[in-house]
C-alpha cells in the first residue's frame, strides 16, 4: 500500500506571494491532518479535514488555510507569505481521526520563504 | 495543559548497545495515547510504537519497547542493540481529544546519535 505522498517537496516563494501544498493519504484513510514544524516551535498542529470538512483547527492565522476533496486528497494554502512562514510542512493520514488510531506521515514539503 | 517535555536535546550512544530516551507528559484526561516517531534527515515522520492509556503491558516493536510508568506520567522509548541507521530526531506524542477529533502534541524531540 502506497504512503502519504506529498508535492512538492520543496518550494521557494518571496514575500507576500501565496503557496498551495497537497497531501494524498493512505488509500482508505479519510482523515488528514496538517503540522507545521520549524527549529524555533517544532512541531505545531495546523489543522485536521475528514469527509472534506475542517473537524480541529490550531492557533494559527486566517491566513492558513485548507480544504479537502472527496477523494480525501488534502491541500493548503498560506496566503501573504512571511519569513516566519519558512519550515517543514508535515500531512498526516489516519482512518477517522479517532482513538487508538496511527497517523502516518509524509515525506513534508520545505517552504522557504526570501 | 496538556503538554510533552523531552529533557534530551542530544543523546548518544555505541552501535550494538541499548538506549532510553526520555519522554513525560501532563494530562488531566483518563483517555490517552502515546506515540514515538523517529525522524531522520529527510524529514518524513517514522511511525515507531503506540502505548494507550489503559494498556496493561508495555509495548514492544522489534527493537523498541515503551517503557510506560502511568503514575510517573512517563513513557520513556527504549531501543535495544542500536544501530547506525537508528542515528536521527526522536519525537514523543500524546493524542488529544479536541473539538470532536483528535490531534498530536509533540514534544521538541531528542537527536540520537549512534557512534560505530
Known amino acids: 500500500k502506497a504512503g502519504v505522498t506529498q508535492t512538492p517537496r520543496y518550494l521557494i516563494k518571496t514575500r507576500g506571494q501565496q503557496v498551495t501544498l497537497s497531501c494524498s493519504p493512505i488509500?482508505?484513510?479519510?482523515?488528514v491532518s496538517w503540522y507545521q514544524q520549524t527549529p524555533g516551535q517544532g512541531l505545531q498542529f495546523l489543522f485536521e479535514?475528514?469527509?472534506?470538512?475542517?473537524?480541529n483547527k490550531g492557533n494559527f492565522p486566517g491566513r492558513f488555510s485548507g480544504r479537502q476533496f472527496s477523494n480525501s486528497r488534502s491541500e493548503m494554502n498560506v496566503s501573504t507569505l512571511e519569513l516566519g512562514d519558512s519550515a517543514l510542512y508535515l500531512c498526516?493520514?489516519?482512518?477517522?481521526?479517532?482513538?487508538?488510531?496511527?497517523?502516518?506521515f509524509g515525506p513534508g514539503t520545505r517552504l522557504l520563504v526570501l | 495543559a496538556q503538554k510533552i517535555t523531552q529533557t534530551q536535546p542530544g543523546m548518544f550512544v555505541q552501535e550494538k548497545e541499548a538506549v532510553t530516551l526520555d519522554c513525560t507528559y501532563d494530562?488531566?484526561?483518563?483517555?490517552?495515547?502515546l506515540f514515538w516517531y523517529k525522524q531522520p534527515s529527510s524529514g518524513e515522520m517514522i511511525f515507531l510504537i503506540y502505548?494507550?492509556?489503559?494498556?496493561?503491558q508495555n509495548a514492544t516493536e522489534g527493537r523498541y519497547s515503551l517503557n510506560f510508568q502511568k503514575a510517573r506520567k512517563s513513557a520513556n522509548l527504549v531501543i535495544s542493540a542500536s544501530q547506525l541507521g537508528d542515528s536521527a530526531m526522536y519525537f514523543c506524542?500524546?493524542?488529544?481529544?479536541?473539538?470532536?477529533?483528535?490531534?498530536?502534541?509533540f514534544g521538541k524531540g531528542t537527536k540520537l546519535t549512534v557512534n560505530p
Open positions: 502505548q494507550g492509556s489503559y494498556d496493561q
Open positions: 506524542a500524546m493524542r488529544i481529544l479536541q473539538g470532536g477529533s483528535e490531534k498530536l502534541v
Open positions: 498526516a493520514s489516519s482512518l477517522a481521526g479517532m482513538a487508538g488510531e496511527t497517523q502516518y
Open positions: 479535514y475528514f469527509s472534506e470538512t475542517q473537524r
Open positions: 494530562t488531566s484526561d483518563p483517555s490517552y495515547g
Open positions: 488509500s482508505g484513510h479519510r482523515s
